[in-house]
């Protein structure tokens, strides 16, 4: 089988795309600056010396892209690429570890937590809001933090003290639809990629999967929700509706999958359920990415269902 570069030697149907985030990590600009040929030696030595090529085929996200090699054996790879050096950096939470508690992760986030916008700047983002209403926000973000440290030794103990040990879920940082590898022929999931950044969390920050995201409903303006608190938005209701949808299937596969005449563990499907814990989640991604919103009025809420006692961290 001859080799070719071309992408008319190989038929594949893949959510190939190219869109750019950063013009400074452009696909263009490292498929320039990447040594193809060394990476396809690299890779032929990772296969008994069989000779590949790199194809067109190519796509991205935000900090990768990815482009096909074929072996002369017929054996396609996908190379991923950082489009920029610090890719890999970025995805660290930054907070040391690992720790035997999930408390003890709550007070090392809060030791190194920081919003990455001044207070001008927040100013800034909200002009033409009232200036109460920028108040608040710049007031609710400059005590997130404290607030946060004095009631996270409550947090695992809501439901179980035990919770507080462990043992903890894995997560996937970027669970998307093009993070999903899906067999074409009868939707069987091949497998999950882009683990870069995966860790162990505190089930109290477990948090559906990106696809299903939605701000709290006391984050933002309450003008964009009725009386009983449901959104106004019709795609915001769907989504709802959807994140109930999935809850449902996490439970079911959560009965299937236990053991025969033992317990279900219905950890997972409480923890999408617990509005308060999806909220924290919400919050702390937010915080960190620099989101404006009303954290007060979130951790308002979370305090009032937390057990009483309990020393702030």
């Not at 001044?118 to 100013?123: E, T």
Request: charged share 25%; hydrophobic share 40%.
């Amino acid at each position: 089988m001859s080799l070719s570069n071309t992408s008319s030697t190989v038929s594949v149907s893949l959510n190939w795309k190219e869109q750019e985030y950063d013009h400074t990590a452009s696909v263009d600009n490292t498929m320039r600056q990447t040594d193809w040929p060394a990476l396809c030696r690299l890779a032929a030595s990772l296969r008994d010396d069989v000779p590949c090529v790199p194809l067109d085929h190519a796509t991205n996200g935000l900090n990768n892209m990815a482009r096909l090699l074929q072996f002369e054996d017929g054996v396609l790879w996908v190379a991923r690429v950082a489009l920029r050096r610090s890719a890999a950096d970025m995805a660290k939470l930054r907070i040391g570890g690992p720790f035997d508690t999930a408390t003890a992760f709550f007070a090392a986030w809060a030791d190194n937590a920081r919003f990455p916008r001044s207070p001008d700047n927040i100013v800034d983002l909200m002009r033409g809001a009232p200036d109460t209403q920028a108040k608040q926000i710049v007031r609710a973000v400059d005590t997130f933090v404290s607030r946060f440290r004095a009631i996270a030794p409550r947090l695992a103990r809501r439901h179980d003290r035990n919770r507080d040990r462990g043992p903890f879920p894995l997560c996937h940082p970027d669970f998307l639809h093009s993070n999903i590898v899906v067999d074409d022929a009868n939707f069987d999931v091949l497998g999950i990629i882009d683990w870069e950044g995966a860790c162990t969390l505190p089930w109290e920050l477990v948090r559906f999967p990106r696809f299903l995201n939605a701000m709290p409903r006391r984050f933002g303006p309450s003008d964009g929700y009725d009386v009983d608190g449901q959104p106004h938005d019709t795609d915001e209701q769907q989504r709802w509706r959807e994140r109930r949808a999935y809850v449902q299937t996490v439970a079911a596969l959560e009965a299937r999958e236990a053991p025969e005449r033992g317990p279900v563990d219905r950890s997972l499907s409480a923890c999408l359920a617990d509005e308060h814990a999806q909220n924290l989640s919400y919050a702390i991604d937010a915080f960190e990415g620099g989101k404006v919103g009303v954290y007060d009025q979130l951790l308002d809420d979370l305090e009032e269902a937390l057990p009483p006692g309990g020393e702030s961290l």
